[in-house]
């Protein structure tokens, strides 16, 4: 299972929007609504942002938006903020058989 | 609360095994899949696997297949991960998750991460 593709790097300013696409296959993103997205810190764990390709977790911003179209899923951060600096992950299932889960290889979000 | 308190950093030598617990509390361990993930330095994230807690049952990438063993211990809430005949680009920082447990396959709490340094 190849890994999701992701821009290595995005950048905005304080209060624009910014989009991270991630590409997967027919196989994974394509056949599943199951896409989840995650912020990662420096030195800290993962959180999770979005689940089910659009879904935020209780106490996520409604700032942060998911969306997917075909083989493509978005993550969308609207007014951004300065503690939106941070990895940006998305994860996608890929079917029970063998190696049910992929991530993409990651997106550094810098805001100037 | 949610929380998943992963064992201490470990250093091996090249073609040892490595053992990471991930000890659950605050809700019902066999309720929920686990999920392991692993991330290099200055690397992305990478998907190692998942447990079910109730049956045992496992789903390995097949990267790790024959090389990763997921196993737990409901008595004590407890995951563990092993990995076998290490090299030195298994130095990662190795994450347990738990999977929510709908079925929808996403990581809604973390634990804070296991440093496995592998070095002659």
């Known amino acids: 299972q190849s890994a999701l593709t992701q821009p290595a790097s995005v950048s905005g300013s304080p209060g624009q929007s910014i989009t991270i696409s991630c590409t997967g296959t027919?196989?994974?993103?394509?056949?599943?609504?199951?896409v989840s997205w995650y912020q990662q810190h420096p030195g800290k764990a993962p959180k999770l942002m979005i689940y089910?390709?659009?879904k935020r977790p209780s106490g996520v911003s409604n700032r942060f938006s998911g969306s997917k179209s075909g083989n493509t899923a978005s993550l969308t951060i609207s007014g951004l903020q300065a503690e939106d600096e941070a990895d940006y992950y998305c994860?996608?299932?890929?079917?029970?058989?063998?190696?049910?889960?992929?991530f993409g290889g990651g997106t550094k979000l810098t805001v100037l | 609360q949610v929380q998943l308190v992963q064992s201490g950093a470990e250093v091996k030598k090249p073609g040892a095994s490595v053992k990471v617990s991930c000890k659950a509390s605050?809700?019902?361990?066999?309720?929920?899949?686990m999920h392991w993930v692993r991330q290099a330095p200055g690397q992305g994230l990478e998907w190692m696997g998942w447990?079910?807690?109730?049956?045992?049952?496992?789903n390995y990438a097949q990267k790790f297949q024959g090389w990763v063993t997921m196993t737990r211990d409901t008595s004590i809430s407890t995951a563990y991960m092993e990995l076998s005949r290490l090299r030195s680009d298994d130095t990662a920082v190795y994450y347990c998750?738990?999977?929510?447990?709908?079925?929808?396959?996403?990581?809604?709490?973390w634990g804070k991460g296991t440093t496995v340094t592998v070095s002659s």
């Open positions: 998750a738990r999977d929510n447990g709908s079925g929808s396959f996403y990581m809604d709490v």
């Open positions: 605050g809700y019902t361990f066999t309720g929920y899949y």
């Open positions: 447990i079910n807690p109730n049956s045992g049952g496992t």
């Open positions: 027919s196989s994974d993103v394509g056949s599943y609504n199951l």
């Open positions: 089910e390709v659009s």
């Open positions: 994860c996608s299932y890929a079917g029970s058989s063998t190696s049910s889960g992929v």
